[in-house]
Structures are given as structure tokens and as C-alpha cells.
């Protein structure tokens, strides 16, 4: 017995031109491919009766087996943020000299520098601080013979 494909397409138009965007496929057909499975079926097989591909045959499998999971996921952005904006807010009013990094240890939490930077973003506030500025290659901008600190004789920029 083979049973044809079970797919929900979403419907959306673009510019005048009908596009198709996948939904996931019914909990039916995954209730029977896991049954099949359960059956002691091989992968192979199922994936011909059914008409899926065995990669996903595998992957409903793999999640009902790891997570107990038999429902598709949702689909997109979870939309977490994981960045307190109040906290990072007040944070760059007290370190306003602080660099990313800093400021991700300042939260004490674990997350790439680019979700403080999208952050920083959303509330409004630009961050230009470099972690270190190379150094000009057209002139020097201190002098040798001055200690840290200290104004040299040597214009940084020759002047007209």
C-alpha cells in the first residue's frame, strides 16, 4: 500500500507572483511513519511507502527518541533576548569608554558580541569604541623621545 505525499503549502504573493512556502508535514503522517518504525520497518522502506525523503524519516525518529518530541517545531525566530536593555542601558551611562566585551562581562551573561551590539541598537545608542585603533601609516603620532603621555616636540600631522 503506498500512501502519496501529505503537504500543506502557504500560499503568499510576491510582486504579482504566487509563491509557495512549506509547512511542516501533518502529525498524521508522522504518527504513521513512527508507527511504521515502531513495526520494525526499515528506513528505507518508509521512506518509499510514504513518500518523504529518509533524512527526515530519521530526524522524527532521532527527536521522539532524544526529546520525546512527535509535533513539528515552530518555525522562525524565537525572538528570546537574552540582554536586559534596562541593565545594559545603565551600564553604558556608568562605562560609557567600555568596549562590547566589557560590557557582556558587566551582564554576566553568555552571548555573542553582535547580540550586545543589536542591543545597544534597539535602545537607541550608537557604539563606535574600537577594542584598539592600529596605527597611522602615514605619519607617526608620537613622538620617540616623550614619555606616555606627554605632548612631543613632532607635530602628529604636518601642517600648511
Excluded: H
Excluded at 515502531?38 to 510514504?50: A, L, P, Q
Excluded at 518530541?69 to 569608554?97: M, W
Amino acid at each position: 500500500m503506498r500512501f502519496g505525499r501529505v503537504r500543506c503549502l502557504l500560499l503568499t504573493w510576491t510582486s504579482g507572483k504566487q509563491q509557495q512556502m512549506a509547512a511542516p508535514y501533518s502529525q498524521d503522517l508522522r504518527d504513521r511513519v513512527l508507527a511504521a518504525y515502531d513495526r520494525g520497518m526499515k528506513t528505507k522502506e518508509i521512506s518509499t511507502v510514504f513518500d518523504v525523503s529518509p533524512a527526515w524519516a530519521r530526524r522524527v525518529k532521532q527527536r521522539r527518541r532524544e526529546f520525546g518530541e512527535t509535533t513539528p517545531r515552530k518555525v522562525g525566530n524565537p525572538g528570546i533576548c537574552k540582554v536586559d536593555r534596562t541593565q545594559l542601558a545603565e551600564l553604558v551611562r556608568q562605562y560609557p569608554d567600555a568596549t562590547l566585551a566589557e560590557l557582556r562581562e558587566k551582564l554576566g551573561i553568555v552571548c555573542g558580541l553582535s547580540t550586545i551590539c543589536t542591543a545597544l541598537k534597539k535602545l537607541g545608542l550608537s557604539f563606535i569604541k574600537r577594542s584598539s585603533t592600529p596605527p597611522s601609516r602615514i605619519v607617526r603620532t608620537w613622538s620617540r623621545n616623550a614619555p606616555n603621555g606627554v605632548a612631543g616636540r613632532e607635530m602628529s600631522m604636518p601642517g600648511g
